[in-house]
């Protein structure tokens, strides 16, 4: 439909109230005719969000809320996927990276790493994830973490910088 894939406007926001709706006409607004922003996303996205190579990123169509939101930030590339699992949530101003510079010459990009982000999380506002990271889950991101590594169990609450377990649950 103009521009975006269906299976992105069957999830649960078009099916149970009118929110997939409002931001499918602000996106094909935005994206579609006046080309502000995330305009090779195959589905609605904030103009208030960026999203870089979407090819790469996966995700359910339930969970198109997650583009909605102020200031987050997926940096995907070709080589560097972002999974987010079924159920997760994403707040505003979250940053999900699968590439750093070279710490040699930081004008070269280092190697990209896939981030996975497991079934049921929440990232807090203000958090970042780094490249390679797994969370299990149902895995809780306090605000303004800095994920550096990955905590593949899952069931847990982490935060800080960096993140560390604060407790199972």
């Known amino acids: 439909m103009l521009g975006f894939d269906k299976k992105y406007l069957r999830g649960r926001y078009f ?36 999203v870089s190579f979407p090819e790469s990123i996966e995700f359910d169509p339930d969970d198109i809320n997650n583009f909605q939101t102020f200031g987050t930030y997926y940096m995907a590339r070709p080589d560097g996927k972002i999974k987010i699992g079924k159920g997760t949530w994403i707040a505003p101003h979250v940053g999900i990276i699968t590439q750093n510079h070279d710490l040699q010459d930081l004008s070269r990009a ?33 605000a303004g973490s800095i994920v550096t590594h990955s905590f593949p169990e899952g069931d847990q609450l982490i935060a800080g910088n960096p993140a560390t377990v604060i407790k199972k649950l």
């Not at 929440?122 to 490249?131: A, D, K, T």
């Open 15 to 50: 099916k149970e109230s009118k929110w997939g709706y409002k931001w499918l006409v602000r996106s094909l607004i935005t994206q579609k005719i006046l080309g502000i922003g995330n305009r090779s996303c195959r589905w609605p996205v904030s103009p208030f969000c960026t």
């Open 110 to 142: 280092g190697p990209a790493q896939d981030v996975v982000i497991g079934r049921n999380c929440w990232i807090g506002m203000n958090s970042v994830i780094l490249p390679g990271v797994t969370l299990g889950d149902h895995t809780i991101v306090g």
